[in-house]
């Protein structure tokens, strides 16, 4: 596709449901970035990678989240034992080279916890 | 601790003037800085960007203003459109990292 696909585009979840988050970035994007974003609110970063490398987990909330992308495209944000903190949208985003530098976000995944 | 903000949450303005959007940040040692726009139900989207050694950068109908001496950064949207309406983030690339630091956003209405 011609941008980054992010699925489901909705999520509801009870409390104490494991949830996984998938996001599809563009085809020979390097870096891989996962944010949460709060109802108005600017988005938080969690997560960082360069190629199947994860550089940056220091804004994971807690060991709830986990991320991975094994094969250096596809990118998967777990999320054990959901509270209802966790409810946000969760946003991927993607760049052709390594860092933060002209990044092309998805319409992310919109997570309720009841 | 370190952030970037903005100073107001919602804008007015009216169809064909000029709009002004406001951010401050308050780490000196910031590279890059980037305004996007985000329309309800999507990701944030690249308007413009500008590096910390440069004081303005003009696109198609935009315009970002870098003051460092005060450590404000602001968009300007020329002859502003309804479809210019969104929330608006300036985020910030500090040198060796690897995130983005997002404001809290300002809100644009444009009324037609």
């Known amino acids: 596709g011609a941008g980054v696909s992010q699925s489901p585009r909705y999520k509801v979840a009870k409390r104490g449901q494991d949830v996984a988050l998938r996001c599809d970035p563009i085809s020979g994007h390097v870096s891989l970035f996962w944010y949460q974003q709060a109802l108005g609110q600017g988005p938080e970063f969690l997560t960082y990678f360069q190629n199947e490398a994860q550089l940056d987990k220091s804004g994971l909330p807690s060991d709830r989240f986990f991320a991975e992308r094994p094969e250096g495209s596809v990118s998967t944000l777990k999320i054990q034992r959901t509270q209802q903190e966790d409810s946000a949208v969760y946003l991927c985003?993607?760049?052709?080279?390594?860092?933060?530098?002209?990044?092309?976000f998805g319409s992310g995944t919109q997570l309720s916890v009841l | 601790g370190e952030s970037v903000g903005l100073h107001l949450p919602t804008l007015s303005v009216q169809e064909g003037d000029n709009s002004i959007i406001n951010c401050a940040y308050s780490?000196?040692?910031?590279?890059?800085f980037i305004w996007y726009k985000q329309e309800s139900g999507k990701g944030p989207q690249f308007i413009i960007d500008?590096?910390?050694?440069?004081d303005k950068r003009q696109g198609q109908r935009v315009t970002v203003l870098l003051n460092k001496t005060v450590k404000h950064l602001s968009l300007q949207i020329a002859a502003t459109q309804p479809g210019d309406s969104a929330v608006y983030f300036c985020a910030e690339v500090r040198y060796g990292g690897g995130k983005l630091i997002f404001g809290q956003g300002t809100e644009l209405s444009v009324k037609p």
């Open positions: 780490n000196s040692a910031s590279d890059y």
């Open positions: 500008i590096r910390s050694n440069m």
């Open positions: 985003a993607s760049s052709l080279d390594g860092g933060s530098e002209k990044l092309f």
